[in-house]
């Protein structure tokens, strides 16, 4: 049984052993909670680009709750993935070239510093960019 298979086996064990039943699901919004941290302090609580370091910044923050509107009705998953990312851009914007952190790489070394996520950190930047993901994609107006 390979590391994860058997960390599996491991969680399922000991939800059954805690009473038999799964346990609910959190009520935490990982998403927004993420965004908070991580993005409002340039795009805003509510992802308008007002956010308080608007001003310092030499590009304004997008407004992250017009995407689909301006992608043709269509959230556009891929793209903001990349840009959260940033990882396989070429334009990399002021903070070097480029107009945001680079959250992958930024994501990638706080894993590594977690014995039980340094294993396979790409799993941990890819939850953390799917929960942004899916909030932004809830925060679109119609």
Avoid at 3 to 13: G, V
Avoid at 94 to 113: C, D, I, K, Y
């Amino acid at each position: 049984m390979n590391l994860s298979n058997q960390a599996a086996a491991t969680l399922l064990a000991l939800t059954c052993a805690a009473g038999g039943t799964w346990a609910q699901p959190s009520s935490a919004d990982l998403g927004r909670i993420e965004f908070e941290a991580n993005c409002a302090s340039c795009h805003g609580v509510t992802g308008k680009g007002d956010g308080r370091l608007k001003a310092f910044l030499t590009k304004a923050p997008s407004d992250l709750t017009t995407l689909s509107k301006r992608y043709g009705g269509a959230f556009p998953n891929q793209l903001v993935w990349e840009v959260i990312d940033g990882r396989t851009s070429t334009d990399i914007g002021p903070h070097g070239n480029r107009e945001m952190p680079v959250w992958g790489s930024a994501f990638r070394t706080q894993a590594l510093q977690y014995p039980g996520m340094a294993a396979q950190p790409e799993w941990y930047v890819r939850g953390r960019i799917v929960a942004l993901l899916d909030y932004l994609a809830r925060i679109q107006v119609k």
